[in-house]
Each structure stands twice: as structure tokens, then as C-alpha cells.
T-cell receptor, first 111, second 108 residues
Framework: KAGVTQTPRYLIKTRGQQVTLSCSPI?????VSWYQQTPGQGLQFLFE???????NKGNFPGRFSGRQFSNSRSEMNVSTLELGDSALYLC??????????FGNGTRLTVT | DAKTTQPNSMESNEEEPVHLPCNHS???????IHWYRQLPSQGPEYVIH???SNVNNRMASLAIAEDRKSSTLILHRATLRDAAVYYC?????????FGKGTSLLVTP
């Protein structure tokens, strides 16, 4: 079974731009969660989608948004990028009442 | 959210058992205790989880105190591939709040 796939692996953007990251979950998994990892703050929860609906949201500004498609694939978008948005963005998928399966992340650098 | 407290780092010799502690004195009755680990340059990987009873799987054992205010992840024979950051997390859903975790160093 293929694991969680995140694209792209690396991304460099300039302040003020926007970015879209993609996540393909494990086949059959309907829940997709997004996390931000930085050296200073560690791993922080962004949001979680289930069947195209956002079920949970972390404490991030509205510049961070996401969506989930009918095939469970998910995208997250960050608008008006700031230097502090530089981080590893991780996506995780899961089946009902089962552990999270993480991808290897997208490394975003904002210059 | 209930918080966890873990040591910043621990060191172990290869092929010896490792006991990774986690304190969670404000745990609620419905919070599961989850353990994940993150190897360098990879996303976190599920290790084990439990609610009240001790749990075993092929990777590790989880010992949960009777009052549930602490738990211990046990790696029975550490290998070099077990060197990672280990996260102890409380939760009952998909919005897990990872802390800083314990960085485990395994030496040959």
C-alpha cells in the first residue's frame, strides 16, 4: 500500500506570495490532517478534514487554509507569505479510529 | 489541552532496554496516550497508544500508571535505527498536539 505522498518536497517562495501544498492520503483513508513543524515551536496542528469538511482547526491565522476533494486528496494554501512561515509542513491521513500516517513533508522556505 | 512533560534527551546503549517517561498529570478520562517517533528527515511514525491498560505491539510496550498521570514507553532492545525524537501525546481525536519530545541517542 502506498504511503502518504506530499508534493512538492521543497519549495522556495518570496514574502507576500502565496503557496499551495498537496497531499495524497493512503487509499481508503478519509481523514487528512496538516501540521507545521519549526525548530522553535515544534509540531503544531493546523487543521483536519474528513469527507471534504473541516472538522478541527488549530490556532493559526486565516492566511492558512485548506480543502479536501472527493477523492480525499487535500491541499493547503498559505497566502501573503511571511518569513515566519518557513517550516516543514506535514500531512497525515488516517482511517476511522486508527493512528495517523504521516508523509515526509514539504519544506517551505520564505525569503 | 492536557499537557505532557518529557525529558529533552536520553541516551541508551545498543541492545539494551530503553524506558522513556512521560508525565501527564492533567490527563482527562477520555484522553488516549499516544506515542509517535520521528526519525531524521522523515515525518512522525506511530509507535503505540493506550487508554488505561498496558499495551504491547511489535515495536514497543506502553506502561500506564494506575492513576494515568504518567506513562512509560519501553523499547525492549534499542537499535541504532531507534535513534529518533519520541513524542508522548494526549488526545481523543485527530488534532494531536505534539510537544518537543525526547531525543533518543543510541550508541553502539
Amino acid at each position: 500500500k502506498a504511503g502518504v505522498t506530499q508534493t512538492p518536497r521543497y519549495l522556495i517562495k518570496t514574502r507576500g506570495q502565496q503557496v499551495t501544498l498537496s497531499c495524497s492520503p493512503i487509499s481508503g483513508h478519509r481523514s487528512v490532517s496538516w501540521y507545521q513543524q519549526t525548530p522553535g515551536q515544534g509540531l503544531q496542528f493546523l487543521f483536519e478534514y474528513f469527507s471534504e469538511t473541516q472538522r478541527n482547526k488549530g490556532n493559526f491565522p486565516g492566511r492558512f487554509s485548506g480543502r479536501q476533494f472527493s477523492n480525499s486528496r487535500s491541499e493547503m494554501n498559505v497566502s501573503t507569505l511571511e518569513l515566519g512561515d518557513s517550516a516543514l509542513y506535514l500531512c497525515a491521513s488516517s482511517a476511522v479510529d486508527s493512528p495517523l500516517h504521516f508523509g515526509n513533508g514539504t519544506r517551505l522556505t520564505v525569503t | 489541552d492536557a499537557k505532557t512533560t518529557q525529558p529533552n534527551s536520553m541516551e541508551s546503549n545498543e541492545e539494551e532496554p530503553v524506558h522513556l517517561p512521560c508525565n501527564h498529570s492533567t490527563i482527562s478520562g477520555t484522553d488516549y496516550i499516544h506515542w509517535y517517533r520521528q526519525l531524521p528527515s522523515q515525518g512522525p511514525e506511530y509507535v503505540i497508544h493506550g487508554l488505561t491498560s498496558n499495551v504491547n505491539n511489535r515495536m514497543a510496550s506502553l506502561a500506564i500508571a494506575e492513576d494515568r498521570k504518567s506513562s512509560t514507553l519501553i523499547l525492549h532492545r534499542a537499535t541504532l535505527r531507534d535513534a529518533a525524537v519520541y513524542y508522548c501525546i494526549l488526545g481523543s481525536g485527530y488534532a494531536l498536539n505534539f510537544g518537543k519530545g525526547t531525543s533518543l541517542l543510541v550508541t553502539p
